[in-house]
């Protein structure tokens, strides 16, 4: 456990978040997470953790690490809240649209799996 409460260690935030220290790297190299050193340690700021939490609800969404990074980039921005807001949503109907047609697409496999599960029971019942 790191002094300041407000400062966490790469072993803290992987294990609060379920991820791997070489997961939290990644996102450092992404540019995602810019931590300071304490000698040898990195330390993370409440920011950085706020920062992570934002980027793996993103992935959880099913956002690119563009489009996270992009978002991530307006929590730091501190100018009007209504173009980012604007900017999330779009981001948000897209994906939307796009797991609405994995969905249809779903369907669809779904009835023609029934349909030849039926003509293979039909099939057997009269062998």
Known sequence: MTHDPRLFTITELAAEFDITSRTIRFYEDMGL???????????????????????????????????????VGMYDDESDAAPQLKAFLEILQQHRRQLEQQLDDIEVTLAEISQHEKRCRTLLSRA
């Open 33 to 71: 997470l810019q931590p300071s050193r304490a000698g040898r340690n990195r330390v993370y700021t409440q920011r950085d953790r706020t920062r992570l939490k934002l980027t793996l609800r993103g992935k959880r969404l099913g956002l690119s690490l563009q489009e996270i990074k992009q978002l």
